[in-house]
């Protein structure tokens, strides 16, 4: 059975073809082809579920927020404008971002959980960081996760 992401995809690049949407087209494009090179990565070739597919538009969306600064940083607005775009576009097949008072909540009940457990301090990050990660689901990246927790370790 195939994802329902990955359908969405599909129907959308045809639709933005249709329209005429140069970035659109392009980006899609480009998220489909990132997730086939993903989907023949391993010894086989599998089908990629959502959760994967969606890991793949995180790590494209990153690289986006990475190339716009750092064609900001040389000057170049146009590029870095592009890359924006293109960043609008995978970000609207990205769940929700979980707000940072949810997801600070989160963090300070698994450290209190590690407390209680007996560990604490920095040998308590690994643990906390696995939790609030399984419990923020696609809600959090693992960036913001670790952050968080280690401001609130120190």
């Known amino acids: 059975m195939a994802s329902q992401l990955l359908e969405q995809l599909r129907t959308d690049l045809n639709a933005a073809m249709k329209n005429r949407d140069q970035v659109s087209t392009s980006t899609i494009r480009m ?4 997730v086939q090179v ?29 190339a716009a600064e750092l064609y900001e940083q040389a000057g170049r607005v146009e590029q870095a404008a592009a890359e924006q775009s293109q960043l609008a576009v995978i970000e609207s097949y990205l769940p929700a971002a979980m707000d940072d008072e949810a997801l600070q909540n989160i963090v300070n009940e698994e450290i209190s959980a590690a407390k209680n457990a007996g560990v604490e301090g ?17 809600g959090a990246d693992g960036g913001r996760i670790a952050t968080l927790v280690k401001a609130a370790l120190a």
């Open 31 to 34: 998220i489909l082809s990132a």
């Open 122 to 138: 920095p040998k308590a990050m690994g643990q906390v960081i696995k939790a609030v990660k399984d419990r923020a689901g696609d």
């Open 38 to 66: 993903a989907s023949v990565a391993g010894d086989e070739a599998v089908e990629l579920s959502d959760v994967e597919i969606t890991a793949v538009l995180r790590s494209e969306a990153k690289r986006r927020v990475e």
